[in-house]
């Protein structure tokens, strides 16, 4: 909050996809991909959702290519496990046309690889190598597209390098039969299918999302939306391949529940009360704050230093905020509040309140802080608000979903350390801005080759592993630079669009760093508030009433969409947050009167 941030370069950020011829096979290589060409139709590849077909033009070599076509939330996945041989180079290529082509290696033992191009019109080669681990048998080599994209073409698909060996292979294993899909909770299904003879590991599929491995029945599949019908596909897999997908099961997940906290209306209004200093926009005793408000986040705690954990919280000063009420007071306007139903939190960090949590001790200091804080004044929980350089990621801290870097790493732990100590009732909210988050889509931290800013898409370890704690994420669009969304086109702040792309990659899931293999799972909905600013004093970005309605209105009953399509359709969705209770009072409450005109309340 209270901040912007500049634009990062170009030559600091851009990664282009690998276009090159790759090095000349040694001669004990082989070309290991069966029917690349796709003379023999789709003989050996699997498509998602049925979205692969053989034509006969336009081709790159020989008479056929592969025709794939993204629908909806598929983005056309083909693709195919090949025998390999341990600790071995290997390079794969393409030709491929069209606009988003990706190509890729998952499964290596080492690093997952893949590159892309994002330039239609004539064949180009993609090409990416990569060395199998020391006891990797088996890759999944695949193709795909994207989001509403056009149909693309891929032909002459190779895996050169060391033939595993020779007769007597093992064969892939039969398709799963009788899977059956249960929904356990608001966001999550349990998969189920007997064994099939000869399988060592089996993938599970679901349209519109990246296939996962498995050793054994059953599968938890989790992060998923409530109150929505899925689809699954399961294929057994062995050194020898991949089966053909089983027959499609289907399960639609509970009413909307919520990790951590819950007890919020179905559709709430979230806003940041100034309770430690006035910025301008006047001093809002905590009785004063009208009913409007379902969530109140009291900005802010601030630590004694940037590294030290040890966080503080004062009321502001009677010479900057003449009103102050005493503390006695505003302990007994939160509990009024919360005895109407309402929650109060603290909210750490803001533009000012630099939180580095480089070591155990400054883990735990913040813990103890904070906990003081809570049970000082009676609070419901915790809204993390790091800004600037609070986070950002070590060199080499490559994957959301395993992160090292240590003020990553402890910052996890300290909340997960807070949830356990007040249990199912503790609230926890983010606000990071769309640089710690979506623009995570695009770049991850330093890159692989270093370079960029290591901030980029730092929150996203930090919201996957506490993902099922969390009650409520709303990220700040505002003080944002333009921001490419999951259509590849870039967005900019201050009209409905802005929050319809943001938004739709939180509620869909988006690949970090254009990794496929890496796709950070989509949120419930009744977990994703839209954050903007309440007047044009609060934040650059401020959004009129009207465009704040259709950016509602597309994403709870896609009308109103303007060019951009959304992945799906989100009644669930939470609410609104603002900076600030403080600036909606200065603009004459038009932000909170907009939002109870349109959902009735």
Same mark, same amino acid.
């Given at each position: 909050?209270?901040?912007?941030?500049?634009?990062?370069?170009?030559?600091?950020?851009?990664?282009?996809?690998?276009?090159?011829?790759?090095?000349?096979?040694?001669?004990?290589?082989?070309?290991?991909?069966?029917?690349?060409?796709?003379?023999?139709?789709?003989?050996?590849?699997?498509?998602?959702?049925?979205?692969?077909?053989?034509?006969?033009?336009?081709?790159?070599?020989?008479?056929?290519?592969?025709?794939?076509?993204?629908?909806?939330?598929?983005?056309?996945?083909?693709?195919?496990?090949?025998?390999?041989?341990?600790?071995?180079?290997?390079?794969?290529?393409?030709?491929?046309?069209?606009?988003?082509?990706?190509?890729?290696?998952?499964? @290596?033992?080492?690093?997952?690889?893949?590159?892309?191009?994002?330039?239609?019109?004539?064949?180009?080669?993609?090409?990416?190598?990569?060395?199998?681990?020391?006891? @990797?048998?088996?890759?999944?080599?695949?193709?795909?597209?994207?989001?509403?994209?056009?149909?693309?073409?891929?032909?002459?698909?190779?895996?050169?390098?060391?033939?595993?060996?020779?007769?007597?292979?093992?064969?892939?294993?039969?398709?799963?039969?009788?899977?059956?899909? @249960?929904?356990?909770?608001?966001?999550?299904?349990?998969?189920?299918?007997?064994?099939?003879?000869?399988?060592?590991?089996? #993938?599970?599929?679901?349209?519109?999302?990246?296939?996962?491995?498995?050793?054994?029945?059953?599968?938890?599949? #989790? !992060?998923?939306?409530?109150?929505?019908?899925?689809?699954?596909?399961?294929?057994?897999?062995?050194?020898?391949?991949?089966?053909?997908?089983?027959?499609?099961?289907?399960?639609?997940?509970?009413?909307?529940?919520?990790?951590?906290?819950?007890?919020?209306?179905?559709?709430? *209004?979230?806003?940041?009360?100034?309770?430690?200093?006035?910025? !301008?926009?006047?001093?809002?005793?905590?009785?004063?704050?009208?009913?409007?408000?379902?969530?109140?986040?009291?900005?802010?705690?601030?630590?004694?230093?940037?590294?030290?954990?040890? =966080?503080?919280?004062?009321?502001?000063?009677?010479?900057?905020?003449?009103?102050?009420?005493?503390?006695?007071?505003?302990?007994?306007?939160?509990?009024? +509040?919360?005895?109407?139903?309402?929650?109060? *939190?603290?909210?750490?960090?803001?533009?000012?309140?630099?939180?580095?949590?480089?070591?155990?001790?400054?883990?735990? #200091?913040?813990?103890?802080?904070?906990?003081?804080?809570?049970?000082?004044?009676? *609070?419901?929980?915790?809204?993390?608000?790091?800004?600037?350089?609070?986070?950002?990621?070590? #060199?080499?801290?490559?994957?959301?979903?395993?992160?090292?870097?240590?003020?990553?790493?402890?910052? =996890?732990?300290?909340?997960?350390?807070?949830?356990?100590?007040?249990?199912?009732?503790?609230?926890?909210?983010?606000?990071?801005?769309?640089?710690?988050?979506?623009?995570?889509?695009?770049?991850?931290?330093?890159?692989?080759?270093?370079?960029?800013?290591?901030?980029?898409?730092?929150?996203?370890?930090? =919201?996957?592993?506490?993902?099922?704690?969390?009650?409520?994420?709303?990220?700040? &669009?505002?003080?944002?630079?333009?921001?490419?969304?999951?259509?590849?086109?870039?967005?900019?702040? !201050?009209?409905?669009?802005?929050? =319809?792309?943001?938004? &739709?990659?939180?509620?869909?899931?988006?690949?970090?760093?254009?990794?496929?293999?890496?796709?950070?799972?989509?949120?419930?909905?009744?977990?994703?508030?839209?954050?903007?600013?309440?007047? @044009?004093?609060?934040?650059?970005?401020?959004?009129?009433?009207?465009?704040?309605?259709?950016?509602?209105?597309?994403?709870? +009953?896609?009308?109103?969409?303007?060019?951009?399509?959304?992945?799906?359709?989100?009644?669930?969705?939470?609410?609104?947050?603002?900076?600030?209770?403080?600036?909606?009072?200065?603009?004459?409450?038009?932000?909170?009167?907009?939002?109870?005109?349109?959902?009735?309340?």
């Amino acid at each position: 909050m209270r901040r912007t941030w500049s634009l990062l370069t170009a030559a600091a950020l851009a990664a282009a996809a690998f276009l090159a011829t790759g090095p000349p096979a040694a001669a004990a290589d082989a070309d290991l991909v069966r029917n690349g060409g796709f003379e023999a139709g789709l003989d050996g590849w699997s498509c998602s959702a049925g979205s692969g077909a053989v034509v006969t033009t336009p081709v790159h070599g020989g008479g056929s290519a592969l025709r794939a076509t993204p629908a909806g939330q598929d983005n056309a996945r083909c693709s195919q496990s090949v025998t390999v041989k341990p600790d071995s180079p290997y390079t794969l290529a393409a030709w491929v046309q069209g606009a988003y082509v990706y190509l890729g290696a998952s499964g @290596t033992g080492t690093t997952d690889v893949s590159a892309w191009t994002q330039t239609p019109g004539a064949w180009k080669q993609l090409t990416t190598t990569f060395r199998t681990g020391p006891s @990797t048998t088996s890759v999944t080599v695949y193709t795909h597209g994207w989001y509403g994209q056009p149909a693309h073409l891929t032909d002459d698909l190779t895996l050169i390098g060391p033939d595993p060996g020779g007769p007597g292979q093992p064969q892939p294993p039969a398709a799963p039969t009788g899977l059956t899909a @249960t929904a356990t909770s608001s966001s999550s299904v349990s998969l189920n299918w007997p064994a099939v003879p000869g399988a060592t590991s089996y #993938t599970v599929h679901r349209d519109g999302a990246a296939p996962f491995s498995v050793t054994s029945a059953p599968a938890a599949v #989790t !992060g998923l939306a409530a109150s929505t019908t899925y689809t699954f596909r399961v294929s057994a897999v062995n050194a020898a391949g991949e089966s053909a997908q089983s027959a499609p099961a289907s399960a639609t997940t509970t009413a909307g529940g919520g990790g951590g906290g819950g007890g919020l209306p179905a559709h709430a *209004l979230v806003g940041y009360l100034h309770a430690s200093f006035a910025n !301008g926009s006047g001093y809002v005793r905590m009785a004063d704050v009208p009913a409007s408000w379902d969530v109140v986040n009291l900005a802010f705690g601030e630590p004694t230093s940037v590294t030290s954990g040890d =966080i503080r919280f004062r009321l502001c000063p009677v010479a900057e905020c003449p009103n102050v009420e005493s503390p006695a007071e505003f302990k007994a306007a939160i509990k009024a +509040k919360q005895a109407a139903g309402k929650k109060v *939190l603290i909210s750490i960090g803001g533009q000012n309140g630099q939180v580095q949590l480089s070591t155990t001790a400054a883990r735990d #200091t913040f813990v103890s802080s904070v906990s003081k804080i809570i049970d000082e004044y009676g *609070l419901d929980g915790l809204d993390i608000d790091f800004e600037g350089h609070s986070l950002s990621l070590a #060199t080499g801290d490559t994957d959301f979903r395993a992160p090292t870097t240590p003020v990553v790493v402890n910052l =996890i732990s300290a909340v997960k350390t807070l949830k356990a100590r007040y249990g199912q009732g503790f609230v926890l909210t983010m606000a990071p801005e769309t640089f710690f988050v979506q623009l995570g889509h695009q770049f991850y931290g330093s890159g692989p080759w270093g370079g960029q800013d290591p901030r980029a898409g730092a929150y996203l370890p930090v =919201i996957h592993a506490l993902r099922d704690d969390l009650t409520l994420l709303h990220v700040q &669009d505002y003080n944002s630079g333009p921001i490419m969304g999951l259509d590849n086109q870039y967005h900019s702040m !201050g009209g409905a669009d802005f929050h =319809i792309a943001m938004t &739709d990659m939180l509620l869909t899931g988006f690949p970090v760093a254009g990794n496929t293999a890496r796709v950070f799972p989509a949120l419930r909905p009744d977990q994703v508030a839209i954050g903007l600013p309440a007047t @044009t004093n609060a934040g650059n970005g401020h959004t009129p009433p009207a465009e704040v309605n259709k950016a509602l209105n597309c994403l709870t +009953k896609k009308t109103d969409c303007g060019s951009y399509q959304t992945h799906g359709t989100w009644p669930a969705l939470r609410g609104l947050m603002t900076w600030s209770i403080n600036w909606d009072r200065f603009g004459g409450w038009e932000f909170s009167r907009n939002f109870d005109a349109y959902f009735g309340g």
